[in-house]
């Protein structure tokens, strides 16, 4: 039978003092030795590893593993379950939940990556992102509920011949589509409705609007909620899983406009001078059929490495 990255985990796991998160599976199974076993093991077979560990933890009900916990994720072989005694540390919210210490704007690059990068979201055409500081707004006070954490726009400049988009905005102008997200650490029962109504405040005035977590609370009534308020008020759910990030997905879509608030689009552009200078940008870049992609967010190339540093504090 051929030795498999499963095989690899529960030879490691087997001999584990506690739960590993995949990359320390991985590094176990190196000063083991028995990655050698593996036929082919790529350019980066930590993250196979890691991909076929959740996929298999998912979708087998007769896995060999359980998953623990979050932010990391870590994994054990399911008949040493009553052996699991961890801590993991960090202050806990009004329901016992451990609370992640990074901040916010740790993630503005995690979604930046994710719009960019996501077809299953982008639909293969690739979303620029802006963030707009709300500490500069003009009107104080009430700008988190003003201003999202991040913009976007999404335009077919490198999928349409130029003379198709010139035509566009002489018939449909529907070419340009903009996009408004408000990011949040975790969801819980306790707090989406007010996330989530700011979200609503921030973000109808665009094409489309997200909320956007890195972790939304395992319970039924709370998903069941999350899905009636996506459905009555427009505003979809993204969640950024920062464990992999090929799992990171749009919980419910949001409701696509046909048309921008105007009169909100001239109240944010005279209230901030990030999101007057990111419409300046959008439109010099349409009228010049050219993305000037250093006016936006950066986008990782390396979010892998990136995430596994803001996890590697968490764990500190």
Known sequence: MVYSFLDVAKDVLRKADKPLTYQEVWQKAVEMGITKKL??????????????????????????????????????????????????????????????????????????????????????????????????????????????????????????????IAFNELTERNALTLFSFEIKKRISKSTYREYYFQAVSNSSWAHQGYLVAAEIAEDDDLLAELDRLASSFGIGIIHLNLDDMSESRVVYPAQ?????????????????????????????????????????????????????????????
């Open 256 to 316: 696509v406009r046909s048309s921008l608030d105007w009169e909100t689009v001239n109240k944010l552009c005279e209230q901030n001078s990030d999101f007057q200078k990111f419409l300046q940008n959008v439109k010099i870049d349409v009228n010049g059929k050219k993305i000037h992609r250093s006016e936006y967010d950066e986008v990782i190339t390396e979010i892998d490495e990136y995430l596994e540093k803001l996890l590697r504090r968490e764990r500190k």
């Open 39 to 164: 036929r082919t093991v790529g350019k980066t077979p930590w993250q196979t590893l890691g991909a076929q560990m959740y996929v298999d933890v998912r979708n087998n009900e007769s896995s060999a593993l359980i998953k623990i916990g979050t932010r990391p994720a870590r994994f054990f072989l399911k008949e040493r379950e009553r052996e699991i005694k961890i801590a993991i540390g960090g202050d806990e919210d009004e329901n016992g939940h451990k609370t992640a210490t990074y901040k916010e704007c740790d993630l503005h690059p995690v979604l930046t990556y994710f719009a960019y990068a996501t077809p299953a979201f982008n639909r293969g055409r690739a979303i620029f992102t802006k963030t707009i500081r709300h500490e500069i707004a003009k009107k104080k006070g009430y700008s988190g509920w003003n201003y999202p954490d991040i913009v976007g726009f999404s335009v077919p400049l490198e999928d349409w011949e130029s003379d198709v």
